[in-house]
C-alpha cells in the first residue's frame, strides 16, 4: 500500500488491525488538521472504517467517561472490532439519516435559530399598551404556555363531517356507503349490528332520516347487541322474535368514534393513514394557523408577528437584519422602541446574521425557519447541522462526514467544500465518506478503499496526497480521477411521442408547462431548492399516476399523527402523451423492508423459486415438507429460539445492547429439521449466505432465479449476501434491488420510470453500471426520467429539463430544455457551464 506523510501535518490517527464489517485487518495512518476523503466504489468499506471504525471509537472513549446512569440515555453505537487506535481526537458525526423528527421539528429548531427569534420578540418586540412583557417560552408553539389553546400548537383543527364519512350518499349501507369504517369483516360486524338495532341497510344513505344518519354517524353510545351473521334483514327480525341463539355478541361504534379512536391508538400506519383521508383538516380560526396563543400574535417586530417573521425564506430575513444590526438602526430616534430595548434588538440581530450568513453561504437561503424538518432532503438536513457546526466553534475535534455533495448541485457545492475548509482552518480534522470527484481533487489526502465491493473489498488500497492515486493500478477510482477515456457518446434518440403536463402547482412552482419525450432518457436538473422533485416526484407521480389508476403515486411521508403536515396536492393536468404509457413505476431509495427479516432474496421474489426447488427434492417430499417449511417467517421450519431472526438480543444496563447468534440454530435461522434437507449438496441456511455472485454460479441452471441474480450483478449488488437483512442496505443499494426486481419482469407495455437522484451514495463505476441498465429499459421501449446532478449522467441523456434559475421563489420555471449541448450553451442557466465541462471531458 503506497503511503507518504509529509511533514505538514499535526499529528496522525493510526489505526492498526481493523476488522469491523467487511475490513480485512486494515492498518492505516490518516492525518489530523486535514480534509481527508474515504473513498472506493460501493460497498468497499469507506464507511466501516470512517464511521463504524474511526467515529465508533472516539465516542466509545468519550462514553468512558460518562456516569454509568447517563449512558443509558444516549444511543450509542457498539464497540468497533480494531486491536489499537491511537492519536485519536474526540469525533463529530454529521451523518444522511434523518432519524425520526415530527413536524413540531423545523429549520429554526434544528440550527437553534427559533430560540433567538423567541428572545428577540420577548426583549425587544412592539407590546400593545396594557400588554404585560412575555418570556421567550410564551412565543414557541411547542411549550403550554404560548400554544394556541384551541388547536394546541398545531395551527389545523380536524373536523369529521358526513360528506367526508359518506362519499357517495346514493349507496346503501350494505353497499359501504359509510366509506369512514374498517373494511373487511370489521366493517360487516358494523353493519350487522345495523340491522338488529332496526336500521334498514338496503335503502340510499340520503334516504334514511336525518336523526338515524346521525345516530350512525357520531353517537359515543356502543350498544352491544345479538349479531345473527348472514341472515337477511327480515331473517334477523324473525331470530330475535323467537329469541335464537345469535352467532356472537357485537359491540357498535359509531363512524367518528372509530375513526378517532383508531387515529389516536393504532399502531398501523397504514391503518393511521386510511382513517386520514375521512378527516378534514382546517386552518385553527382561533390562531389562523400560526399556532400561537393570541398574546404572543399581538407582539411584533419591525412589523410582523412572530409568525410571519418565521415564514420569510432566510434570505430575506437577513435583509431585514441588516437595518436593525446597522449603527444608523440604534441611534435613530424611533417612538416605540427604547434605547435598552434597541441595544437588545442590535446584539441578537447581530448574533442571529453571523448564523443565517452561514446557511445562505450554504445554499439554503431559500429555507424559511418555519419549514418544517420531515420536508426537507437528506442533503439539506447535513447541510443544517453542518452551519450549526460551522457556528459552535469547537476546536482540535474530527468531523465524519456523509457525503455531504449528496443532493448538491455543482454550483452549491463549492460553497460546501468552501464550509469544510472554514472547519478545517479552525483547527479540526475534517473527514468525508465521498464519490464526489471535485471532493477528491480538494481534498488533502485520500485514502481508497477496495479493489471491489463486499468480500472482495475491505482493504486499503492507497493512503496519501490525491496525486499519487494515479500510480495505483487496482483502484477503481484512479481511472475516473485522472481522466482515463469514456464511452463515446451516441446521438439522442428520437421521441415516440411527447408526455405533456399543464399548469402544474407544487410548492414553488406556480402554473408551470412541461412536457416530458416518450421512449428517451430524460435528466430534470437545476440547483438545490429549485423546485425538480416537486415537478417529477410529486406532480409527474400524481398526475400521471391518477390518470393510471394508482391513488397517490408520490413520495409522501407516512401520516402518523394529528402533527404531521397536511398533504400538499399537485395542481394541472396530463394534457397529452398519457395514452402511450401503461404502467408508472417509482424506483426510489426508501428501504425495501423495515425489519430484519426484509432481505434481497424475499424482496426480488427469488427466494420463493428457491423454497420451491428445496420443497421439490426427494427427501422434502419424503418429510412432508412444502415451500413454506423453508420460510424463516412460518413456525414450522424456523428455529423456535430466536422465532427465525438468528440471532438474539444481549441487554446490557448501562451499555449498548448486543447481538449474539442464536445459541440454538447459531445463526441458520432453521430448525434442525428443516436443515436435514440439501439442494445441490446446501442447506436452505447457506443459499441465505450466499453472495449474489456466488448465487449465480449455483444456480446457472434454473432460469427463474438465474434472471434475477444476473440484474443483480449487472448493477453491482453482486457483493451482497441473499439473506442481508434490508436494515443492513444503504438507500442507493435498496434503489438498485428495487431497480433489478423491475428489470427481471417481462415487458408489461410501455412503462414510465421515475427515479429522484439516482445516484446518490454511488461511486462513478457503479453510476456506469446503472446507466447501462436505464438506457437498456429504454431500449426496449420505455421512457426513463431522473432527477439528477451529476453531469456525467446528465451529458448522457437523451434530453435534459433545466428548472430554475434560482431556489425556492426564485426558482421553479422551465429555463431550458432541449438535447444537453442546447442546455449547455444557454446563458441564464446555472446547470449549463457544468454540463458544458463533462460533455467536453466525454
Known amino acids: 500500500m503506497p503511503e507518504t506523510s509529509p511533514p505538514r501535518f499535526s499529528g496522525f490517527v493510526r489505526v492498526r488491525g481493523a476488522r469491523e464489517h467487511n475490513l480485512k485487518n486494515v492498518d492505516v495512518d490518516v492525518p489530523r488538521d486535514a480534509l481527508v476523503v474515504f473513498t472506493g466504489v460501493s460497498g468497499s468499506g469507506k464507511s466501516s472504517l470512517a464511521f463504524s471504525t474511526l467515529y465508533a471509537e472516539a465516542q466509545r472513549r468519550y462514553f468512558e467517561s460518562v456516569a454509568p446512569y447517563a449512558r443509558r440515555l444516549i444511543d450509542q453505537v457498539g464497540v468497533p472490532d480494531v486491536d489499537a487506535i491511537e492519536g485519536l481526537p474526540p469525533a463529530v458525526a454529521l451523518q444522511q439519516q434523518r432519524g425520526s423528527p ?155 368514534r372509530y375513526l378517532l379512536h383508531t387515529f389516536m391508538h393504532s399502531q398501523s400506519a397504514q391503518m393511521r393513514k386510511r382513517v386520514a383521508q375521512y378527516m378534514l383538516a382546517s386552518p385553527c380560526p382561533a390562531c389562523e394557523g400560526k399556532r400561537l396563543k393570541r398574546e404572543a400574535l399581538t407582539v411584533t417586530f419591525a412589523g410582523l408577528d412572530i409568525a410571519e417573521l418565521l415564514g420569510l425564506p432566510l434570505r430575506q430575513l437577513a435583509e431585514l437584519l441588516k437595518e436593525v444590526a446597522s449603527r444608523e438602526w440604534l441611534e435613530r430616534e424611533t417612538v416605540d422602541a427604547s434605547l435598552e430595548k434597541r441595544l437588545a434588538a442590535q446584539r441578537i440581530a447581530n448574533e442571529l446574521l453571523e448564523r443565517i450568513t452561514t446557511l445562505t453561504d450554504l445554499g439554503l437561503g431559500y429555507l424559511a425557519l418555519e419549514r418544517s424538518t420531515p420536508t ?49 482552518a479552525a483547527g479540526n480534522s475534517v473527514y468525508v465518506v465521498e464519490h464526489d470527484l471535485d471532493t477528491m481533487r480538494r481534498a488533502d489526502w485520500l485514502v481508497d478503499v477496495g479493489p471491489a465491493a463486499g468480500e472482495q473489498g475491505g482493504q486499503v488500497l492507497y493512503s496519501g496526497p490525491p496525486a499519487g492515486l494515479e500510480q495505483v493500478s487496482e483502484s477503481r477510482t484512479r481511472h475516473y480521477l485522472f481522466g482515463t477515456p469514456r464511452p463515446a457518446p451516441r446521438g439522442p434518440r428520437t421521441p415516440q411521442g411527447w408526455l405533456r403536463l399543464e399548469g402544474i402547482t407544487r410548492n414553488n412552482l406556480v402554473d408551470l408547462d412541461a412536457a416530458f419525450p416518450l421512449g428517451c432518457f430524460t435528466s430534470v436538473t437545476g440547483i438545490s431548492g ?97 415451500a413454506g417449511q423453508f420460510s424463516f417467517n412460518v413456525a414450522k421450519g424456523r428455529c ?41 449438496d446446501l442447506t436452505i441456511a447457506e443459499v441465505l449466505q450466499l453472495t449474489v455472485e456466488q448465487a449465480c454460479a449455483v444456480f446457472a441452471e434454473q432460469a427463474p432465479v438465474r434472471r434475477a441474480l444476473q440484474v443483480l450483478n449487472e448493477l453491482g449488488l453482486g457483493y451482497l449476501r441473499l439473506g442481508q437483512p434490508a ?88 429555463v431550458v430544455s432541449g438535447v444537453p449541448q442546447a442546455v449547455a450553451a444557454c446563458a441564464e442557466s446555472r446547470t449549463a457551464p457544468f454540463l458544458a465541462r463533462a460533455l467536453q471531458g466525454q
Open 102 to 256: 415530527g413536524a413540531r421539528s423545523s429549520v429554526g429548531s434544528v440550527t437553534t435559530l427559533s430560540s433567538l427569534i423567541r428572545m428577540l420578540y420577548s426583549r425587544a418586540g412592539t407590546y400593545p399598551a396594557d400588554q404585560p412583557m412575555l418570556y421567550a417560552e410564551d412565543f414557541s408553539a411547542n411549550t403550554p404556555q404560548g400554544a394556541c389553546p384551541q388547536c394546541h400548537g398545531l395551527g389545523r383543527v380536524h373536523e369529521v363531517t358526513e360528506a367526508s364519512m359518506v362519499p357517495d350518499p346514493s349507496l346503501t349501507i350494505r353497499q359501504k356507503a359509510i366509506a369512514a369504517w374498517p373494511p373487511a369483516w370489521q366493517g360487516q360486524n358494523l353493519r350487522d349490528i345495523l340491522v338488529t338495532l332496526g336500521y334498514d341497510v338496503d335503502i340510499p344513505w340520503r334516504d334514511l332520516p336525518r336523526k338515524q344518519r346521525d345516530w350512525i354517524l357520531f353517537t359515543e353510545e356502543t350498544p352491544t347487541v345479538p349479531v345473527y351473521a348472514g341472515l337477511t334483514p327480515a331473517q334477523t327480525r324473525e331470530a330475535l322474535k323467537r329469541k335464537q341463539e345469535p352467532s356472537y355478541q357485537g359491540t357498535f361504534s359509531g363512524a367518528r
Open 376 to 424: 426537507l432532503s437528506s442533503g439539506e438536513l447535513q447541510r443544517l447541522r453542518l452551519a450549526t457546526q460551522l457556528n459552535s466553534q469547537l476546536f482540535g475535534v474530527i468531523y465524519v462526514l456523509d457525503e455531504p455533495s449528496a443532493g448538491l448541485h455543482p454550483a452549491d457545492s463549492e460553497a460546501l467544500l468552501d464550509a469544510l475548509q472554514r472547519l478545517k
Open 530 to 626: 429549485s423546485g425538480k422533485s416537486s415537478l417529477v416526484s410529486h406532480a409527474l407521480l400524481d398526475l400521471v399516476g391518477a390518470h393510471l389508476g394508482h391513488a397517490e403515486a408520490s413520495q409522501e411521508a407516512e401520516q402518523g399523527g394529528l402533527e404531521d403536515e397536511p398533504q400538499q396536492r399537485s395542481g394541472g393536468r396530463v394534457s397529452a402523451g398519457v395514452e402511450q404509457l401503461k404502467r408508472l413505476v417509482q424506483v426510489d431509495q426508501k428501504p425495501i423492508g423495515r425489519t430484519p427479516r426484509s432481505n434481497l432474496a424475499t424482496y426480488t421474489g427469488l427466494f420463493d423459486h428457491v423454497r420451491k426447488l428445496f420443497a421439490a427434492t426427494e427427501q422434502a417430499q419424503v418429510l412432508g415438507f412444502d
Open 640 to 680: 423456535e429460539q430466536c422465532e427465525g431472526e438468528g440471532f438474539v438480543s444481549v441487554e446490557l444496563l448501562f451499555m449498548p445492547s448486543v447481538y449474539a447468534p442464536c445459541p440454538t440454530c447459531h445463526g441458520a435461522r432453521y430448525n434442525p429439521q428443516t436443515l436435514q434437507v440439501t439442494w445441490n
Open 727 to 814: 436494515t443492513e442496505l444503504s438507500g442507493g443499494e435498496a434503489q438498485r434491488i428495487k431497480l433489478a426486481t423491475e428489470l427481471q419482469r417481462s415487458a408489461r407495455g410501455a412503462t414510465l420510470y421515475v427515479l429522484d437522484e439516482p445516484t446518490n451514495g454511488l461511486h462513478p463505476q457503479d453510476i456506469d453500471r446503472l446507466l447501462l441498465q436505464l438506457n437498456r429499459l429504454v431500449d426496449t421501449g420505455h421512457s426513463v426520467v431522473v432527477v439528477e446532478h451529476d453531469m456525467r449522467v446528465v451529458a448522457q441523456s437523451d434530453w435534459v429539463i433545466d428548472i430554475g434559475p434560482g431556489a425556492g421563489d426564485a426558482g421553479g420555471r422551465v
